[in-house]
């Protein structure tokens, strides 16, 4: 079993900045990519940035270059940097953990004002 642990939500004004973590307990030893995703309120949830263990990185193309993940693998957590905010990106912000199962955290909200 894995718990992923989200904070970093919260709410700011267009063109802001937010930093997110995902801290993750358990049987980490079996976490090999780690990530985020989003969901809009009536909206499909969708990938925003992934990485692997050995820091292998993939974005959505609407953050790119807005957006920079991370992971810390000693303290077995994930960070999102999300620059230039955009009313758009308002979601709740789900961690992800893949492990031949995919773990998931509760979610954190995420809202840009304009």
């Known amino acids: 079993q894995v718990r992923l642990v989200e904070s970093g939500g919260g709410w700011v004004q267009a063109g802001g900045s937010l930093r997110l973590s995902c801290a993750a307990s358990?049987?980490?030893?079996?976490?090999?990519?780690m990530g985020w995703y989003r969901q809009a309120p009536g909206k499909q949830r969708e990938l925003v940035a992934g990485?692997?263990?050995?820091?292998?990185?993939n974005y959505a193309d609407s953050v790119k270059g807005r957006f920079t993940i991370s992971r810390d693998n000693a303290k077995n957590t994930v960070y999102l940097q999300m620059n230039n905010l955009k009313p758009e990106d308002t979601a709740v912000y789900y961690c992800y953990g893949s492990a031949g199962f995919v773990y998931w955290g509760r979610g954190t909200q995420v809202t840009v004002s304009s």
């Open positions: 990485i692997s263990r050995g820091g292998i990185t």
């Open positions: 358990g049987s980490i030893f079996s976490i090999n990519g």
